[in-house]
């Protein structure tokens, strides 16, 4: 069992930048991968970024790449999204998710967080 808890969230100018964190439970966190996804009012939930459970290999939906960044650090059991240049159409609350594969769909993943919000002011 996983537990994941994102933190880091909040309101943000167009052209800014955040960052978003998240914290796993357990002894395992390098083996899994970990993904972050968002979900805007009215719209499906949609793949952001994820990264293998070694760090190797990653993956970033087209509309983020270049100005999203996700990282981990096994040690401290944390992955991370680091948000630049921010777009309003950014404004969704964004959740992290543990899972067995590096994958781009939500339903490869076991385990989800509460999420948290990012709203961008145009």
């Known amino acids: 069992q996983v537990q994941l808890v994102e933190s880091g969230g909040g309101l943000v100018q167009a052209g800014g930048s955040l960052s978003v964190s998240c914290a796993a439970s357990?002894?395992?966190?390098?083996?899994?991968?970990m993904g972050w996804f968002r979900q805007a009012p009215g719209k499906k939930r949609e793949f952001v970024a994820a990264?293998?459970?070694?760090?190797?290999?990653?993956y970033y939906t087209g509309s983020v790449k270049g100005r999203f960044t996700i990282s981990r650090d096994n040690a401290k059991n944390t992955v991370y999204l680091q948000m630049n240049s921010l777009k309003p159409e950014d404004t969704a609350v964004y959740y992290c998710?543990?899972?067995?594969?590096?994958?781009?769909?939500?339903?490869?993943?076991?385990?989800w967080g509460q999420g948290t919000q990012v709203t961008v002011s145009s």
């Open positions: 998710a543990a899972g067995p594969v590096t994958g781009t769909v939500y339903t490869q993943y076991d385990y």
């Open positions: 990264i293998s459970g070694s760090a190797t290999t990653t």
């Open positions: 357990g002894r395992t966190f390098s083996s899994y991968a």
